[in-house]
């Protein structure tokens, strides 16, 4: 199963900005479905953005984000990104990526569905005055 490892996480003021970072361990991931998702202790892990593998990747976001999340990915840092602005103290959760389930349309497209269940260490995001 693929590895990621996550960073960049913190504290962090209402409306203020963070930047995740999702890098590969042991492959590339520019081949893959990549996905970032959150959890709060309690509840099941929410998918929130995910990249298509491949030349000229799309993107897709979950709407309750309003546009506030930007997922991107650097091949030649072999990572994923996730930017996030406005961060509300609702966005407090840990993140993780992960690899996704792609669609069968053509072109395929991402899912915020994981392939398995395994999840890494991930980051924590908080946000509080």
């Known amino acids: 199963q693929l590895q990621f490892v996550e960073s960049g996480g913190g504290l962090v003021q209402p409306g203020g900005s963070l930047r995740l970072s999702c890098a590969a361990s042991g492959f590339i991931l520019r081949r893959y479905d990549i996905g970032w998702f959150r959890q709060v202790p309690g509840k099941e892990h929410e998918g929130v953005s995910c990249?298509?593998?491949?030349?000229?990747?799309?993107?897709y976001s979950a709407n309750s984000l309003e546009g506030r999340f930007t997922i991107s990915r650097d091949d030649a840092e072999n990572t994923v990104y996730l930017q996030m602005n406005n961060l509300k103290p609702e966005d407090t959760a840990v993140y993780y990526c992960a690899h996704v389930v792609s669609t069968t349309d053509s072109p395929p497209m991402c899912t915020l569905r994981p392939v398995n269940d395994y999840w890494g260490q991930g980051t924590q995001v908080t946000v509080s005055s």
């Open positions: 990249i298509t593998g491949g030349g000229d990747p799309r993107t």
